[in-house]
């Protein structure tokens, strides 16, 4: 059971729920209602040297050295398992996000088994590198590489698709033979502690998959990347947590791999079929309340088009349903906490004060008495803002947008790669020989036409610049949760 007798969602280490001390706990509440739903046991120092020297211990005790068939028929059950337990895990995504139920399900809680099974696909058909050498005098040599797992692997993902973004991480792990300690973030602590359920229900072996609540700085966050005791850190959050993260790993050098914040660009010329790309761009705004990291915050716009794509979103944008996450018709859920709201209004009133004018949303809306205390925002378009502005420079991670115009292809791609983030970036145009020319001008990781948020999970995902350090997905997984060794012979 995650939770404890007193109902606190509980750390998992060494194979089992660790009982809470009750003078380290942080409430939970939920952020549709503002309402504090549970409490949790904060990690302390000596939980999370247990859980890395569990995971140690599961290494040494042969998890390493299991069979990749082995491993594999684990992950696949663990799919199997997390589709028999759907539902609940959609509650606890839903309890800890407030997100509407359709996405939870349709996103979120099906890519759980999704990531389990392409991994397992990946591992077990994965080949290693091999070279012939000729050598002086007609010899040669063969050179092969061994792939080992990397060890104990610290993982740390963000609250805004918490489950989704954990098993894109645990799954790979898991498969190349690693042992993993996970912090999830403390906004959303329920669906990594029942993965563990889920773990052990499939017979993972103890100590291969620890969770250890809490915080970042002077809290299970830091304890876990600051541990001597890890082999790699893969994180997924923002950009300033992760400068923070590398300086703390690089005394010890250990491998980091890093997906990190957005200022994405879509870009919308003018052939476009109108209500496709205002379908697709109401999309990328909009989904996730704009907490997704590959959402689109920035829209240039070529001038002929301009007021057509402004009206067309803020009609799409004010027809958006904030109700209730258990409702099925609620298209748009609150941000995360209060203090996120803060933030993002704090950028609303930026953005008020460098001239924008706001074309859709703008403000807090009034749900009623059961839904104004949770941390609701409207979805909100700008314009008369330009790439000067904080607000179109900075990640928000809001539903918001400014559209800007251009005139030019070569403006628009100048305007998109004007900043320091690097993640992705939409081109919606009917002109196949302009969408990727465009398109592969972007300085980002993934650059999409006439599309937004298709992922492929075989194929190398991340970022440039601030965005990221590193690639994962498909064999790029392979590579990161692995260490290889040259074996050189003499033929
Ligand atoms: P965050 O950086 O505040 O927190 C992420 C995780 O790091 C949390 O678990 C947090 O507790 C932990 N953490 C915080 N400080 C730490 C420290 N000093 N040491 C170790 N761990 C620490 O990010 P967030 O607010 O949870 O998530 C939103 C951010 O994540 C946005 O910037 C978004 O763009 C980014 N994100 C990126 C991707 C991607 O794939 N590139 C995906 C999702 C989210």
Redesign the pocket.
Known sequence: MTRSSEGWIRNFVDGGFVDPDENRGFDKSDPATGHVFTRVHEADEALVDRAVASARRALDHGWSDTPVRERVALLRRAADRIEERFEEFVAAEIADTGKPVTQARELDVARAPANFRAFADIAATAGQESFITDLTGGKQALNYAVRKPLGVVAV??????PLL?LTWKVAPALACGNAVVV?????TPSTATLLAEVLEEVGLPRGVYNVVH????GSA??F??AHPGIDGVT????????T??MR?VAPRVRPVSF????KNAAVVFDDVDLDEALTGLSRSVFTNTG????CTERVYVQRKIFDDIADGLAERAARLRMSTPADAATTTGPLISQA?RKKVLGYFELAEQAGAKVIAGGGVPDLGAALNSGSWIEPTLWTGLTNADRAVRE?I?GPVAALIPFDTEEEAVALSNDTEYG?AATVWTNDIRRGHRVAQQMRVGISWINTWFTRELRAP???AGL??IGREGGESSLHFYTEPTNVCVQL
Do not use: M, R, Y
């Open positions: 740390i993902v963000p609250w805004n698709l973004l912090k999830p973030s403390e906004e809490g915080f970042g700085s966050g830091e876990l990347t994180f997924t959050g923002s950009s300033a947590t992760g923070h993260v703390t997906e990190l914040g957005g907490q997704v990291c590959l996120h990640e991670f993640l995902f991340g970022g965005s990221g």
